[in-house]
Every structure is written in structure tokens, then in C-alpha cells.
């Protein structure tokens, strides 16, 4: 059985093939990478309105030159996107979770076998907030280290975390040979076993 290419992999082709003319480093070849990384929001439609068959239409309008109109649809689909997140939102945290809706997540979270949080999902009434009000609770619940050196944020590199260049020295000194043969080349190789 063979499967014919889609509209949209002839595409990725045709501009791989392109590129592969220009030398590195040309303004051309950056052109097309540059096409390349547009190409999705040309193609795809928006996640929350697209169908499957839009990419195909999309790809067969792209082939036949119709670029200016994808464009055109990909800038009105975003204004959609972005006018639809600020009224849903309109710049308020999003609405606790009915009753309702509680019951079925902890109905399918004990299903799983996660009793405790269907527990939770039934009986907490937190809800998250990125107040400014909660600033010092949060840094209540994370201090400041006690020392510098235990400071991972200001530390570059400690025997727990090394640097990869100090990792590569290690390999390279005796030591680190003496780990390889110690460790590493013990026995044979393994083997997969054959799957037939």
C-alpha cells in the first residue's frame, strides 16, 4: 500500500530543496530559514477554530501563490485569538471551578486511584492568587539561603553540579580513566536480544 504526500510535506520539501542552493551564511538561505519558521502559522489554523482539511487547504493555497491571503487570514485569526483571551479573561483571574465540576474531577481522580486528591479536589477551597498581597507568604515558604556558598543562584559550579568543562577534565585525568576501566570495560558488550 502507498501513501501519497500531503500538500504540506511537498511544501516542506520544495523549500528544503531550495535552500540546499544557497551557500551558508547568504542572505537567501537566511530569507528561507526565516520562511520556514513562519510556515506553521501560514498553514495551521488556529488551534481553537481549525479542522484538519484547513492545513490541506491552506498547504494547496500556499502552492498556488495565494501567500499574501494566508498571511492576511493567519493576522485576522490572531486579532480573533487575542480579542477572545481579553474578553474571556478581561483581566481577572479565571472563575473557581463549579460544584459540578469538582465532583467529576475527583470522580475520575479516585478512578485513577489518586484518592488523595480527589480528596483535595472535593474539600480545598484554595485557589491560587498572584496578588501582590501574597509576596511575603511566598517568601516566607522560600528563604534566603543562610550562606553564600549555599547560594546556587550565585555559585557557578560545586562538587555537586560541576562545570562541563571541569565534567571533561575529570573524564581525561587518571582518575576518571581509572573509573572507565574500572566501570565500562569490565566484560563484553551487551547485547539486544533479537527480536524475531
Request: positive net charge; aromatic residues 8%.
Amino acid at each position: 500500500m502507498r501513501f501519497s504526500e500531503s500538500p504540506t510535506a511537498k511544501t516542506a520539501k520544495a523549500i528544503l530543496a531550495l535552500a540546499d542552493r544557497y551557500p551558508a551564511q547568504s542572505l537567501p538561505l537566511h530569507i528561507l530559514r526565516a520562511f520556514a519558521q513562519f510556515l506553521p502559522a501560514l498553514l495551521m489554523p488556529c488551534s481553537r477554530r481549525g479542522k484538519p482539511r484547513h492545513l490541506s487547504i491552506n498547504a494547496r493555497r500556499f502552492q498556488k501563490g495565494e501567500w499574501e491571503a494566508l498571511w492576511t487570514q493567519a493576522l485576522h485569526n490572531n486579532n480573533r485569538e487575542v480579542a477572545h483571551r481579553a474578553k474571556k479573561l478581561d483581566g481577572k483571574p479565571p472563575a473557581p471551578a463549579s460544584l459540578r465540576a469538582r465532583a467529576r474531577y475527583a470522580e475520575y481522580c479516585a478512578r485513577k486511584g489518586a484518592l488523595s486528591k480527589a480528596n483535595q479536589a472535593m474539600t480545598s477551597e484554595l485557589t491560587p492568587s498572584a496578588a501582590p498581597t501574597n509576596i511575603n507568604e511566598l517568601r516566607a515558604k522560600n528563604p534566603e539561603p543562610t550562606h553564600l556558598s549555599r547560594d546556587t543562584t550565585t555559585q557557578r559550579a560545586s562538587l555537586i553540579w560541576p562545570l562541563k568543562g571541569d565534567t571533561r577534565a575529570w573524564w581525561e585525568e587518571e582518575e576518571g580513566q581509572e573509573y572507565i576501566q574500572q566501570h565500562f570495560t569490565s566484560g563484553p558488550a551487551p547485547r539486544c536480544p533479537r527480536l524475531t
